[in-house]
């Protein structure tokens, strides 16, 4: 996250981390992306985060990625599913969207606490201008690696019309996605915040409005980060989860 601050313990209680353990490895398992918890045996991330030759956990709770903290929740994921139409092409990524399903320990996956809740799913639109938040261990101006710390900024909706303009991201930009940030630079996802949340809040509701999925460099003038549209993608997303109750 670029321009960001230390998040406040349970200020994103729906912020999971995906990490992998490559295969035919004794590696740790390491961060590669974030993701969104949306119901307790279910997380939504960036279908470019999934490899389907790894293994998968998530973590719950944490705030510190370098830590292990008491508010912690560590779940096994038994299940990846990503988007019948993900598409990679040389400039942009298409449909990227995935869903993890964690594994349950007694009859429960993700326990609700005061650092680990579910994100609702949006129903109607947002306008533009709308203040929303991102969050994630992503890269930050001073570390390309990432943060330990989970971080958050809050960034503003861009129009379709100036995301999809040619000073801004031309074609590459469709109606499955959107832009959001500050068209001055500054404030930006990066590499590693990937999958991660970017929620907006309607009377103390907060929905996960989009899904970090690319971008141009990270916080550059005119170039915001551009994430997956959420509402593009609901009936997708409530077809996948709905066989399971939780
Ligand atoms: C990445 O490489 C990435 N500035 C994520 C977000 C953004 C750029 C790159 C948005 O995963």
Known sequence: IYGGLKALPGAQPWQASVQVKPKGTTLPFKHICGGILIKPCW????????????????????????????????????????????KETHDRVQNDIALLKLKAKDGKCAEESQFVKTACLPS???????ECTISG?????????????LLD??????????CSSSKVYGAAVDQTMFCAGILEGGVDSCQGDSGGPLTCA???????????????????KNKPGVY??????????KAKTASTAA
């Not at 261990?137 to 710390?149: D, K, L, M, R, V």
């Open 137 to 149: 261990w992503g890269a930050t101006p001073t570390s390309q690696h990432g943060s330990s710390q």
């Open 202 to 220: 309607r009377n103390q509701t907060h929905y996960v409005y989009g899904v970090v999925s690319w971008g141009d460099s990270c916080g550059e």
């Open 153 to 162: 900024a809050e960034v503003l909706l861009i129009s379709q019309g100036v």
């Open 124 to 130: 109607e639109a947002f306008p533009d201008g709308t």
């Open 43 to 86: 997380v939504l991330t960036a279908g470019h985060c999934i490899d389907k030759k790894n293994d998968f956990q998530v973590v719950l709770g944490g705030l510190d990625l370098g830590k292990v903290e008491p508010s912690d929740q560590t779940l096994q994921v038994v299940e990846t599913i990503v988007h019948e139409e993900y």
């Open 228 to 237: 997956t549209r959420v509402t593009h993608f609901l009936d997708w997303i």
